[in-house]
């Protein structure tokens, strides 16, 4: 893959901070993405050598069919600290490099980890979204940011995630009875057709299978 665009990595939360205003709003939250989608990827990431090295992975499945296709991992120096709000900077540079190494382009990425769903609308799905100028969708675990009602237990219930009086995602529930997922657009995928693509790409784990594949292969040795 080709990477669209890069910038100067940051050194402090400062200058993490200027580049998330900056790119903050060329982030597109309405649907740009193929009719017909034929690969989806996962991209997840893990650390080794007490954190001091990232490894970075990707998985590319096949659509609708959701087979493995292509891995790719890379590993580098990790040069930004632990820091929930800027876990991009440290994570998507390794990210870049794994991307850079696939041979199967995907027509859609989930990231693990948030997209506008962000204090500054910038998390890593949006962030290597603009980068890569690849739909993307952040597929979180965990909350950030926001605030939502009750999700009922069935598969497939949501509730929007509200942040400021704005809906900046979606708390789903991808399995009955299990702990939800926080999706929100990345960029060039509405919010809609990220909760579709991520209920498409999950089967029996609470994890879609993009995400599930990845993270092994990030956190396997």
């Given at each position: 893959?080709?990477?669209?665009?890069?910038?100067?990595?940051?050194s402090t939360v400062e200058e993490a901070i200027a580049i998330q205003e900056t790119l903050r709003n060329q982030t597109l939250?309405?649907?740009?993405?193929?009719?017909?989608?034929?690969?989806?990827?996962?991209?997840?990431?893990?650390?080794?050598?007490?954190?001091?090295?990232?490894?970075?992975?990707?998985?590319?499945?096949?659509?609708?069919?959701?087979?493995?296709?292509e891995t790719q991992l890379a590993r580098r120096p990790t040069t930004f600290p632990y820091i929930p709000g800027f876990l991009s900077f440290r994570e998507i540079p390794a990210v870049l490099d794994a991307l850079e190494k696939v041979k199967i382009t995907p027509d859609i990425i989930l990231?693990?980890?948030?997209?506008?769903?962000?204090?500054?609308?910038?998390?890593?799905?949006?962030?290597?979204g603009l980068l890569i100028d690849m739909p993307t969708i952040g597929v979180a675990k965990s909350l950030l940011i926001g605030k939502y009602q009750d999700v009922p237990?069935?598969?497939?219930?949501?509730?929007?995630?509200?942040?400021?009086n704005e809906t900046i995602g979606a708390v789903l529930r991808t399995r009955t009875g299990v702990k939800p997922l926080y999706i929100s657009s990345g960029h060039r995928v509405s919010l809609p057709?990220?909760?579709?693509?991520?209920?498409?790409?999950?089967?029996?784990y609470r994890l879609p299978e993009t995400t599930r594949i990845a993270d092994k292969l990030a956190s396997s040795r």
């Open positions: 893959m080709n990477i669209a665009q890069q910038h100067t990595w940051p939250t309405e649907d740009n993405l193929p009719e017909n989608v034929q690969y989806v990827a996962g991209v997840d990431m893990g650390f080794e050598a007490d954190g001091t090295i990232s490894r970075a992975a990707v998985a590319v499945l096949s659509f609708p069919d959701l087979q493995v296709v990231c693990d980890g948030q997209g506008i769903a962000h204090p500054r609308r910038l998390g890593i799905a949006s962030h290597l237990e069935t598969k497939g219930s949501w509730q929007p995630l509200i942040h400021k057709t990220a909760i579709n693509y991520v209920m498409r790409c999950t089967t029996k």
